[in-house]
C-alpha cells in the first residue's frame, strides 16, 4: 500500500495519541465526535480515552518513568507530600472494584470506594461538571481501555489534623457544589463546548485561579493567576495588560497547541507538561473553542506593570562590548554569553531553523515577576513533542544563586523590561529550595482551625434556620 488517506492517518494519529496515555484500545476510528446514543464498546473507549487526554488524568496519576495511570506522583501541598493513586483497573492495587457509581462519586464528589473522602489535590470541584455521558465513557476506558498495573502506590500520611480525611467533608459542603454543567441561555454551541472543556475537563483554573485561605479557587479572581510553589501559572483573564487580553484567538490556539505562541509567550514547567500530554492532542476544533471561552472570561488586574509582559523585547546589542571591557569578572552578561548565547545567541533572538527560541517578547522575560524566568534557567525545559523533542539544559547544579541572580537580572533587563528590578540571591534560594513544611503548616493548622469554628458558626446558623422554618411550616 502506497497511499494512506488522510482519515486513516488521521485515525493513526489519534491511536498514537491513545497509546501514549495508554490506551491498549486496537478499536478502527477514533475521534472526538458525539457517539450515538447506543454506542458500541470500542467507540465508548476511544470517547474514554479523548476524554482522559482532555482531564489530563496521566499527568497526576503516573508518576516519572512509571507506568501511565499507576499513580505515585507526588503532589506537593503547603502541608505535605499528597501521592497519586493507582486508577489502573487492576482489583489488588488500583480502582478494579470501582463500580461505575462509586468511580462517578470519586470524579465529582471527591470520595473514595471506601466512603473516605480524597484531598481536592485531586481536582474533583472541576469534575463535578462532568457529564453522566462523559462519566460513563471515561469509566468504560478506565475498565476496558487501560492495562491494570498491580503495583500500589505510596500511602499518603498528612501531619495531624490533616490527617482526617472527614474534614474534607466540611470543606466540600463549603466549596464542592456537586453540580454537572449547566448551560448559560444565548450562547453559541462553539462557546458552551469551550466552556465546558475548560471548566470541566481541562481545569484550567486548577493551577490559574489564586486560592484563597483555605485551599478553595477564589471564583472572583477566575484565571487571575496563581503560585503552585515554584512555578507561577500566570494571569490568563481578559484583562489586555495583566492578563492576555492582548492576544489574538490564533495566538491563543497556537500557544495550546504547541507552546510557542510567537511574540507572546514559551511554555516551560507544569504548563508545558499539560500541552504535551492533554492539549496538544486535543482536536483544533476543540482548541478553539477552549481559546474562545478563555478569552472571554471577565478581566481580573494584578500587579503594577503598565504594559503586557509580552510587549516588551529589544535585540542585546552590547556582545562586543562585554567580550572587551568585562575580561575576567563575572556579570550577567559574561553569565548569559558563557551559558546561554550559544542557543539563544548574544542578540536574544534565537537560532533560526527551529533551534532555540528568541528571547525577545516572551511573557516569562518581560513579567514583572522573575518566577519562572528564574525556575526555567534552574530547572531547564523538556518539551516531549513526539516528532522533534526539544530541551534546554537545567543550570541548577552548574550556576550558584548569585549567579542565577546576576544573570536573570541580566536577561530580564536587556531583553525585557529594561527597569526590571534587580533579582535577588534569596529569591532564586526560595525557589531551588523544597517546600518549607515548618512554618506553613503552622500556619495551615491555624487557618484549619479557623475553618473549623467558622464551619461549626455556619452549620449551627444553617440548622438554627433549618428549625426555625420547619417550626414555621
Ligand atoms: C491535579 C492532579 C490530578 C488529576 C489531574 C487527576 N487526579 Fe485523580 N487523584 C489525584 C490525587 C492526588 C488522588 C489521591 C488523593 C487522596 O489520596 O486523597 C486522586 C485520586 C483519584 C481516585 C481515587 C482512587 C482511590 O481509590 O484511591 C480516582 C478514581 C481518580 N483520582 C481518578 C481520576 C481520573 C479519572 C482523572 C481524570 C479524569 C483524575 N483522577 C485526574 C490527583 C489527580
Ligand atoms: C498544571 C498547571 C496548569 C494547567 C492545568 C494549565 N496551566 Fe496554563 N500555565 C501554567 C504555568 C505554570 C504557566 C507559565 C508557563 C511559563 O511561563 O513557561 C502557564 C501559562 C499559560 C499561558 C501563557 C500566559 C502568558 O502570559 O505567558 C496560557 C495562555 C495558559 N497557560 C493557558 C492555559 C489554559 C487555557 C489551560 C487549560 C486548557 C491551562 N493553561 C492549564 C500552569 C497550568
Ligand atoms: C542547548 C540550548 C539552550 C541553552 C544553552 C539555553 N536554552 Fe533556553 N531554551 C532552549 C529551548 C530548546 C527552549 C524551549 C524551546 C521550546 O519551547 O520549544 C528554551 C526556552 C527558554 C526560555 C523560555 C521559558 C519560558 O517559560 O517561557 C527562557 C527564558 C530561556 N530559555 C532562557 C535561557 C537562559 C537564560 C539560558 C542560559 C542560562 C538558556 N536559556 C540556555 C534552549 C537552550
Not at 102 to 119: C, I, K, P, S, T
Not at 292 to 317: N, R
Not at 352 to 357: H, I
Not at 406 to 414: F, G, I
Amino acid at each position: 500500500m502506497t497511499t494512506v488517506s488522510p482519515s486513516l492517518r488521521r485515525a493513526a494519529g489519534v491511536m498514537l495519541a491513545l497509546a501514549l496515555v495508554g490506551a491498549a484500545s486496537a478499536a478502527p476510528n477514533a475521534g472526538p465526535a458525539t457517539p450515538p446514543a447506543a454506542a458500541d464498546e470500542a467507540t465508548l473507549v476511544q470517547r474514554g480515552a479523548y476524554l482522559a487526554t482532555a482531564a489530563d488524568c496521566v499527568a497526576c496519576h503516573t508518576a516519572a518513568g512509571g507506568k501511565s495511570y499507576a499513580g505515585g506522583n507526588p503532589i506537593a501541598s503547603p502541608v505535605g507530600t499528597i501521592w497519586s493513586t493507582n486508577i489502573t483497573p487492576s482489583r489488588l492495587a488500583g480502582i478494579g472494584n470501582y463500580t461505575e457509581a462509586q468511580f462517578a462519586r470519586a470524579l465529582r464528589e471527591g470520595v473514595r470506594a471506601d466512603g473516605a473522602n480524597l484531598y481536592p489535590a485531586m481536582p474533583y470541584t472541576s469534575y463535578t461538571r462532568i457529564s453522566d455521558d462523559d462519566v460513563h465513557a471515561l469509566y468504560t476506558y478506565f475498565m476496558k481501555g487501560v492495562a491494570p498495573v498491580d503495583l500500589p502506590a505510596p500511602r499518603t500520611s498528612l501531619p495531624f489534623p490533616f490527617d482526617i480525611r472527614a474534614s474534607m467533608k466540611g470543606w466540600n459542603l463549603l466549596f464542592n457544589n456537586d453540580k454537572r454543567f449547566e448551560a448559560p441561555a444565548g450562547k453559541s454551541d462553539q462557546w458552551l463546548r469551550g466552556a465546558y472543556l475548560t471548566e470541566a475537563l481541562a481545569h484550567c483554573a486548577t493551577c490559574h485561579t489564586p486560592r484563597n485561605a483555605l485551599m478553595a479557587e477564589d471564583e472572583s479572581r477566575a484565571y487571575g493567576g496563581a503560585s503552585l510553589g515554584k512555578w507561577y501559572a500566570s494571569n490568563i483573564s481578559s484583562d489586555p495588560v495583566h492578563g492576555i487580553g492582548g492576544w489574538s484567538q490564533e495566538t491563543l490556539v497556537a500557544y495550546l497547541k504547541t507552546g510557542h505562541a510567537p511574540g507572546h509567550a514559551l511554555a516551560a514547567g507544569p504548563m508545558a507538561e499539560a500541552i504535551d500530554h492533554s492539549l496538544s492532542k486535543l482536536s483544533d476544533a476543540d482548541l478553539d473553542a477552549i481559546a474562545m471561552y478563555i478569552k472571554s472570561v471577565a478581566p481580573v488586574a494584578g500587579g503594577t506593570a503598565s504594559q503586557p509582559a509580552y510587549a516588551f523585547g529589544k535585540p542585546a546589542t552590547d556582545e562586543a562590548r562585554i567580550r572587551g571591557t568585562t575580561m575576567g569578572k563575572t556579570t550577567g552578561a559574561t553569565l548569559y554569553s558563557g551559558n546561554c548565547a550559544s542557543c539563544h545567541q548574544a542578540s536574544g533572538t534565537g537560532a533560526a531553523l527551529g533551534g532555540a527560541p528568541s528571547l525577545l517578547h516572551v511573557s516569562a522575560v518581560g513579567r514583572d515577576d522573575p518566577g519562572n524566568l528564574v525556575m526555567a534557567i534552574l530547572d531547564g525545559v523538556y518539551r516531549s513533542d513526539k516528532d522533534t523533542p526539544r530541551r534546554m539544559p537545567a543550570f541548577a547544579r552548574e550556576l550558584d544563586n548569585d549567579e542565577v541572580a546576576m544573570l536573570a537580572t541580566y536577561v530580564r533587563q536587556t531583553f525585557g523590561n529594561p527597569a526590571a528590578p534587580v533579582v535577588t540571591a534569596a529569591q532564586v534560594q526560595a525557589l531551588r529550595e523544597p517546600a518549607q513544611p515548618g512554618p506553613i503548616v503552622t500556619y495551615a493548622r491555624i487557618g484549619l482551625g479557623a475553618a473549623v469554628v467558622v464551619l461549626l458558626v455556619l452549620l449551627g446558623w444553617r440548622f438554627s434556620r433549618f428549625g426555625r422554618r420547619r417550626r414555621t411550616a
